[in-house]
């Protein structure tokens, strides 16, 4: 690997740690009710408010329509997410000492695995909170009606208009992914350019 691609592995693991304090994911509702809007934000460990009281205010609207409450300690993945967040962050770091551009191949594809897989775990979360609807218990029902917040960018749900976004720490995600990336084209060029100046004139 080239130095400055192992500089890039890790540069993009210090940013991937802040995601142990920064929060990864962000949802809010807006309707006429609520001009100052509810939110909530995702951590690699937890579910909060963005205002203190902005989770139990969307669990209580949630349950008018027959939505699940979002308690986080009832939530799997939350429980296994630092681990894998932490093993990403030691491997990258692992990456850059050794150097080598095939062990750099491998972690990228195992990092771009996680990232699909977390990005659907979060879809298929919202698909069943969404669509798994307690219609007994329900106060309003209105049928073939479903909740799913958008996966990226907003929708409309009934007065409420959800919108979802990478927070700050999934922002840096982000960042971490496009320097992996530039690492990893630097050193297929580098290789290119090796192939190329060992070939006899």
């Not at 939350?78 to 000492?97: D, E, H, S």
């Amino acid at each position: 690997m080239p130095k400055t691609a192992r500089i890039l592995v890790a540069v993009a693991a210090l940013l991937m740690s802040a995601g142990f304090v920064l929060p990864l994911w962000r949802v809010d509702l807006i309707a006429p009710q609520y001009p100052e809007g509810l939110g909530m934000l995702i951590r690699v460990n937890t579910v909060v408010g963005v205002k203190e009281q902005d989770l139990n205010s969307i669990n209580n609207l949630n349950h008018y329509i027959g939505m699940k409450r979002i308690e986080p300690d009832a939530i799997p993945e939350l429980k296994y997410m630092p681990a894998i967040l932490g093993t990403l962050v030691v491997t990258a770091l692992l990456v850059a000492l050794i150097g080598r551009r095939r062990v750099l191949y491998g972690w990228t594809v195992a990092f771009g695995a996680v990232l699909v897989a977390g990005l659907y775990d979060y879809w298929k979360w919202g698909y069943e909170y969404g669509h798994d609807l307690d219609v007994d218990t329900a106060i309003i029902k209105i049928p073939d009606m479903t909740y799913q917040p958008p996966l990226i960018g907003s929708k409309q749900l009934l007065n409420f208009v959800a919108t979802s976004w990478p927070a700050s720490g999934g922002w840096l995600l982000v960042l971490a992914s496009i320097l992996v990336a530039v690492a990893v084209w630097q050193s297929v060029r580098g290789t290119a350019h090796a192939a190329t100046a060992a070939r006899p004139a």
